[in-house]
């Protein structure tokens, strides 16, 4: 038996845009804020935070990730897909959990101009990386009480 579709509820359109603009809007947090923080771990599960200094979105799914990570979250990414990055917005205690996994980890650019006698001890070339990632789950995040409720972003429904 095939049910007739009722009428829908008032504002419901309005609901389904504002669905699909939540990953711009983490976004635009992120890179209006600064505050971009991506965490990783390793494969026994030890948890590692690092700072990423630009965010974009690459898909209705896919996000990238830049900075100049250390070599302990790029050892994570490439032994654990799992990623976490976090965007806030410290004035209006607003922001987003975007939990995926890797997709792609390229290196971006390198320092040039090491100079051993300026070092007092060896150091690691440093790499800016960007990451893509898939976004699977979008949570809220700020400093006031809340509930971990998924937000619903990655619905592909049409309004009629």
Known sequence: MVKKRGKRPQGFERRIVMKKNVLRKAIDIGRKSGHIFLITADQSGIPHMSIATKIS????????????????TVENLENNPNIGVAVWDETNDTGYQLLGRKQELNAIAITDGYSPELEEEPSLPQI?????????????????????????????????
Do not use: Y
């Open 57 to 72: 979105i690459a898909s209705e799914t896919q996000i990238w990730v830049a900075g100049w990570f250390c070599p302990g």
């Open 128 to 160: 800016e990386r960007e990451v893509k990632i898939v976004i699977e789950k979008m949570l809220g995040f700020k400093q006031a009480p809340h509930a971990d409720v998924e937000e619903e972003w990655n619905q592909t429904l049409m309004v009629v």
